[in-house]
């Protein structure tokens, strides 16, 4: 079965740094365009940044020039680096895939940008 289990939120300070890893297993990692997506409450989920199984990048314009996502696929894993980290960075953060028509999400791990 297809899981996806994120890792590496918490608690940071505005203008700090995180990297957040999703761990994948039940389907060819490498085949698959990997997704993050964020929600905080009261908003609705929106598209962070995403890498192709050819590597293509496209991140969301908030976080353009301050994110990166990037993927190992020898450790079946997708990583969300966070810098320059924002109040309105605060949500939580959801890996996620399309695999044979199905759209498959991790439990997600909430990251809180505070002073």
């Known amino acids: 079965q297809v899981q996806l289990v994120e890792s590496g939120g918490g608690l940071v300070q505005p203008g700090g740094s995180l990297r957040l890893s999703c761990a994948a297993s039940g389907f060819t990692f490498s085949s698959y365009a990997m997704t993050w997506y964020r929600q905080a409450p009261g908003n609705q989920r929106e598209m962070v940044a995403s890498?192709?199984?050819?590597?293509?990048?496209n991140y969301a314009d908030s976080v353009r020039g301050r994110f990166t996502i990037s993927r190992d696929n020898a450790k079946n894993t997708v990583y969300l680096q966070m810098n320059s980290l924002k109040p309105e960075d605060t949500a939580v953060y959801t890996c996620?895939?399309?695999?044979?028509?199905?759209?498959?999400w991790g439990q997600g791990t909430r990251v809180t940008v505070s002073s």
């Open positions: 996620s895939t399309l695999r044979r028509g199905v759209r498959y």
């Open positions: 890498v192709t199984s050819g590597g293509s990048t």
